[in-house]
């Protein structure tokens, strides 16, 4: 079964899911949306 764990949001502070070993997890960033504002790209 697939690993998945809670993470915190970078950018926003919104609690989500994703696979350990997931983008998602290893950038914590909750959508594409956040990780560009987080990144102020």
């Known amino acids: 079964m ?3 764990a809670s ?3 970078a950018n ?3 609690t ?3 696979h350990t070993a997931g ?3 290893a950038n914590a960033y909750c959508s594409p ?3 560009s504002d987080g990144k102020e790209l």
């Open 16 to 18: 989500f899911r994703a």
């Open 33 to 35: 949306q956040c990780e």
């Open 23 to 25: 983008n998602a997890a």
């Open 7 to 9: 993470y915190d949001c």
């Open 2 to 4: 697939a690993a998945f």
């Open 12 to 14: 926003c502070g919104k």
